[in-house]
């Protein structure tokens, strides 16, 4: 059945357009090496706050944080997300893919972006962490290198909308999309809008580091910052949701409890989440309380009730699939016979459970007005963070990766009882991470700081935060080193898979 | 939904969020309690 | 199925009472932290600032000094101690890699403290009391803040300011 441009799955029955596949392919297999990269400068990182073995100097420190910043949170989750949009539109609706030079042309832009960027990190021409805040400095590449990656994710989100309306027009699909492809394109909505407001302070702080321009207010420079650097984190939510709701179908054969809940909830994202960014400003000069407090209250909370409809929505769908195969004794059997050994679905409930209770919990917390005093920038915030970004949205795509490991790139997984074994080594390294940082820093302890006992410092010997601290960065670092291990174990099988993974039958 | 049978409604994820809600709670109000050890600032 | 197109008639299906009793949980949940935050800014003590200026960095420098040069008491490696009286408008000024200078503060007093930059962001985090607020070049954070507590207490930067960052660190008392 197979035509020049198609193939058509033996599992699902779609057709699978060639250039879609290899788009998803390259964008995934990028977002992985780089997930890579990361993780080892995690592992330094880590290692070097863990005073008691303070692996990198201090310049290499903030070197490696910096880089690490930008290789997970833009690298590793961005090249991932283009591979979501290119399977949610082409190959869920059945679809060719629209214009596929322009894909193309995405993926060689974020390549070229990424690696610019790394190198001017790298050669130290950019130590100014991933939000180079004003008036900080970074070579003028180094801004160059990120406005032609987010260029070419927004020609990503093009090329998405265009396969949409091609799907449309051409009717490869009835009635309305499904649930997943609806959360990607609240994902793109995001995108495209914050994307396109990144550019507002981008190109001038580029052109100031030319020094074509004066310099940009710094505290207007941190408004705008955050007004995309927050909104951008909502495309990773909406992203990692579809990915919960995908991973539910896959495992267990759930369907949506009910559309019209989930798709209320994803389009609450779309409404008020871009908005509320000034949570990172609450203690801020610069800006009226009464502006704070509307913009992260209202705006902000509304995005709040839309995750927590979605975390009941996500499991409910799991236990209705499973009680309709009849495990319906009691309130819990349906959880016991769940496949736990299918790391898709192990992951999936650490991402659900670790966004939730860590991550959002914390959330709500740090981003109130008032008890935003006793947070910011010590080190719970990164703690808050990577329950957010890491356990949620890396390990929801981590868990999808098993799937499209088959499916895509038509390689069973090279090594079955690591990958089973996976998601539980890096989500219980991670929780451990994630809660002994958020403890430690409720003692104060600054984030991004490499010497926490001020010993270069003209009170050396004075400053203590006392032994709890010490010992709740051991447990940090054992936490990070067991996530890395995790993390280690996600990549080399992936790459393993694809390398020599055997193919699927066709 | 609304159309399940009783046996498959979701009632072990009806306890569950009820678990997450409790806690949201009690961590909610014991940070304005550790607010309140702080100097007066405003 | 979540990846294929849903029955047709999907708006139309009522909810499930426990999703229905869950969504106005939440609902108020979320009404209610927002208002928290009004409350508190009225009645609570503790909150961020209220006021602040746009302020060049060569005028704070200039507020700062002559603060300095009128309640300086003495020094301390280098740097000036200074007394101020309750109520008065008390200066710190923060840069590459420093806080000056060291205030001497009385508990249960009152004071209108202004933080200001020379160069980069900074971060004002008071320890071991634990208390952050952001010091941003070009602007007047001002804090009226009442020492509750006596001790030494350090100012740590915890907001990345350059490859010197972790050895900024200022100091304050209070008797
Ligand atoms: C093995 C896994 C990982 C380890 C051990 C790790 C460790 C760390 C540590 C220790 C910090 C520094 C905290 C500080 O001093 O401020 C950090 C920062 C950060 N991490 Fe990770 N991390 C890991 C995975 C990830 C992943 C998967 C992401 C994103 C998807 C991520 C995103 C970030 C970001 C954005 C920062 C903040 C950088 C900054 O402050 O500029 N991390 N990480
Ligand atoms: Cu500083
Ligand atoms: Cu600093």
């Given at each position: 059945m197979a035509s020049d441009n198609f193939r058509v799955c033996p599992t699902t029955g779609l057709k699978v357009d060639f250039s879609a596949q290899t788009l998803i392919k390259l964008n995934a297999f990028t977002a992985i090496v780089f997930l890579l990269v990361g993780g080892l400068l995690g592992l330094a990182i880590v290692l070097t706050r863990w005073q008691a073995v303070h692996l990198l100097t201090a310049e290499l420190f903030y070197r490696a944080l910096t880089l690490h910043g930008i290789a997970m949170l833009v690298a590793w989750i961005v090249f991932f997300e283009m591979a979501l949009l290119y399977f949610t539109s082409a190959i869920l609706l059945n679809c060719r893919l629209a214009v596929p030079w322009l894909g193309w042309l995405q993926y060689i832009l974020m390549l070229v972006g990424g690696a610019i960027v790394t190198v001017m990190v790298l050669t130290g021409n950019a130590d100014v962490m991933f939000t180079s805040y004003v008036p900080l400095k970074a070579h003028h590449l180094y801004y160059l290198g990120i406005v032609l990656?987010?260029?070419?994710?927004?020609?990503?989100?093009?090329?998405?909308?265009?396969?949409?309306?091609?799907?449309?027009?051409?009717?490869?699909?009835?009635?309305?999309?499904?649930?997943?492809?609806?959360?990607?394109?609240?994902?793109?909505?995001?995108?495209?809008?914050?994307?396109?407001?990144?550019?507002?302070?981008?190109?001038?702080?580029?052109?100031?580091?030319?020094?074509?321009?004066?310099?940009?207010?710094?505290?207007?420079?941190?408004?705008?910052?955050?007004?995309?650097?927050?909104?951008?984190?909502?495309?990773?939510?909406?992203?990692?949701?579809?990915?919960?709701?995908?991973?539910?179908?896959?495992?267990?054969?759930?369907?949506?409890?009910?559309?019209?809940?989930?798709?209320?909830?994803?389009?609450?994202?779309?409404?008020?989440?871009?908005?509320?960014?000034?949570?990172?400003?609450?203690?801020?000069?610069?800006?009226?309380?009464?502006?704070?407090?509307?913009?992260?209250?209202?705006?902000?909370?509304?995005?709040?009730?839309?995750?927590?409809?979605?975390?009941?929505?996500?499991?409910?769908?799991?236990?209705?699939?499973?009680?309709?195969?009849?495990?319906?004794?009691?309130?819990?059997?349906?959880?016991?016979?769940?496949?736990?050994?299918?790391?898709?679905?192990?992951?999936?409930?650490?991402?659900?459970?670790?966004?939730?209770?860590?991550?959002?919990?914390?959330?709500?917390?740090?981003?109130?007005?008032?008890?935003?005093?006793?947070?910011?920038?010590?080190?719970?915030?990164?703690?808050?963070?990577?329950?957010?970004?890491?356990?949620?949205?890396?390990?929801?795509?981590?868990?999808?990766?098993?799937?499209?490991?088959?499916?895509?790139?038509?390689?069973?997984?090279?090594?079955?009882?690591?990958?089973?074994?996976?998601?539980?080594?890096?989500?219980?390294?991670?929780?451990?991470?994630?809660?002994?940082?958020?403890?430690?820093?409720?003692?104060?302890?600054?984030?991004?700081?490499?010497?926490?006992?001020?010993?270069?410092?003209?009170?050396?010997?004075?400053?203590?935060?006392?032994?709890?601290?010490?010992l709740g960065f051991a447990v940090v670092a054992i936490g990070g080193v067991l996530a890395f291990v995790g993390g280690a174990m996600f990549v080399l099988n992936a790459v393993a898979t694809v390398a020599m993974g055997k193919k699927v039958n066709q | 939904m609304s159309n399940l049978k009783e046996e498959h409604r979701p009632h072990g994820t009806a306890m569950l969020v009820w678990f997450f809600f409790a806690s949201l709670i009690v961590y909610y109000l014991l940070s304005w309690k550790f607010l309140t050890g702080i100097w007066k600032v405003g | 199925m979540s990846l294929g197109s849903p029955t047709k008639y999907w708006w139309d299906e009522p909810l499930d009472p426990y999703e229905k009793t869950w969504v106005w949980a939440a609902g108020v949940f979320c009404v209610l932290i927002t208002i928290a935050m009004p409350f508190w800014h009225y009645t609570g003590d503790q909150n961020p600032s209220q006021e602040y200026y746009k302020i060049s960095p060569e005028k704070f420098d200039a507020a700062t000094e002559r603060f300095i040069t009128a309640y300086k008491v003495g020094e301390e490696q280098g740097i000036p101690v200074v007394v101020p009286p309750p109520k008065s408008d008390i200066f710190i000024r923060a840069h590459q890699f420093g806080w000056e200078p060291i205030l001497k503060l009385k508990v249960g007093q009152s004071y209108k403290l202004h933080l200001g930059s020379m160069d980069m962001n900074h971060g004002f985090s008071l320890q071991p009391i634990n208390m952050n607020f952001q010091v941003v070049p070009g602007w007047d954070n001002i804090l009226n803040i009442t020492p509750t507590t006596t001790g030494v207490f350090h100012i740590v930067c915890n907001e990345y300011c350059g490859l010197g960052h972790h050895t900024m660190i200022g100091k304050l008392y209070v008797e």
């Open positions: 990656f987010a260029v070419g994710a927004i020609l990503g989100c093009v090329t998405f909308f265009a396969t949409l309306g091609i799907a449309k027009t051409e009717k490869t699909y009835q009635g309305s999309v499904p649930l997943v492809t609806y959360g990607a394109i609240v994902a793109a909505i995001i995108a495209i809008l914050t994307l396109a407001h990144g550019a507002i302070f981008f190109i001038p702080t580029w052109l100031w580091a030319l020094g074509v321009i004066p310099m940009m207010d710094p505290e207007t420079y941190r408004l705008l910052f955050w007004g995309f650097g927050h909104s951008t984190q909502q495309i990773n939510v909406a992203a990692m949701i579809a990915c919960w709701y995908a991973i539910g179908t896959l495992t267990v054969g759930a369907q949506p409890a009910s559309e019209k809940f989930s798709r209320s909830a994803f389009a609450l994202y779309a409404i008020f989440i871009c908005i509320a960014s000034e949570h990172h400003l609450l203690v801020d000069p610069g800006i009226s309380a009464a502006h704070k407090e509307w913009n992260t209250g209202y705006f902000m909370h509304l995005a709040v009730l839309a995750s927590m409809m979605h975390a009941f929505s996500v499991p409910a769908q799991i236990e209705i699939a499973l009680r309709k195969k009849g495990y319906t004794k009691g309130m819990f059997e349906w959880l016991k016979k769940a496949p736990w050994g299918d790391p898709a679905f192990s992951s999936m409930v650490f991402s659900v459970t670790g966004f939730g209770f860590m991550g959002g919990i914390t959330g709500i917390l740090y981003g109130t007005e008032q008890l935003n005093i006793i947070r910011h920038n010590t080190i719970a915030v990164p703690g808050h963070f990577h329950a957010t970004v890491v356990v949620g949205t890396t390990m929801a795509f981590m868990g999808i990766t098993y799937y499209v490991l088959p499916l895509i790139f038509q390689r069973q997984v090279a090594f079955p009882t690591v990958a089973k074994l996976q998601p539980y080594v890096y989500g219980v390294g991670m929780w451990i991470f994630c809660i002994a940082m958020m403890f430690v820093g409720g003692f104060g302890v600054p984030r991004r700081h490499w010497d926490i006992t001020a010993a270069e410092s003209l009170f050396k010997g004075e400053l203590s935060f006392g032994p709890t601290v010490d | - | -």
